[in-house]
């Protein structure tokens, strides 16, 4: 059974710095594309960040680039998001995605696996 379990989330001040993790098991992911959406209230989800197991460069959404890094440790089956610099319109539920495609898609339906999120806060 694939699972992606996020964690990492919480309340954190403007300008605090949050580390999201996504833990992956039940299946090899050495060719797929690891990706965090987010999703705040009363919006749609929005693709944050992507990167590959097999390496290459991580991709951003151009908004958030400079603030947050995406990374992979293999040995461990874990993605981390890390945030820094947070502001309010960061609050969101962060997801954890896989994607079986090696090319970086933004579109939510190119992914096969999700989490079932983690809440992220940032107070003004």
């Known amino acids: 059974q694939v699972q992606l379990v996020e964690s990492g989330g919480g309340l954190v001040q403007a300008g605090g710095s949050l580390r999201l993790s996504c833990a992956c098991s039940?299946?090899?992911?050495?060719?797929?594309?690891m990706a965090w959406f987010r999703q705040a209230p009363g919006q749609e989800r929005e693709f944050v960040a992507a990167?590959?197991?097999?390496?290459?460069?991580?991709y951003y959404v151009d908004s958030l680039k400079g603030r947050f890094t995406i990374s992979r440790d293999n040995a461990k089956n874990t993605v981390y998001l890390q945030m820094n610099s947070l502001q309010p319109e960061d609050t969101a539920v962060y997801y954890c995605?896989?994607?079986?495609?090696?090319?970086?898609?933004?579109?939510?339906?190119?992914?096969?696996?999700w989490g079932q999120g983690t809440h992220v806060t940032v107070s003004s």
């Open positions: 039940g299946r090899t992911f050495s060719g797929y594309t």
């Open positions: 990167i590959r197991w097999s390496g290459g460069s991580p």
């Open positions: 995605a896989a994607s079986p495609f090696t090319n970086y898609y933004l579109d939510s339906r190119r992914y096969s696996y």
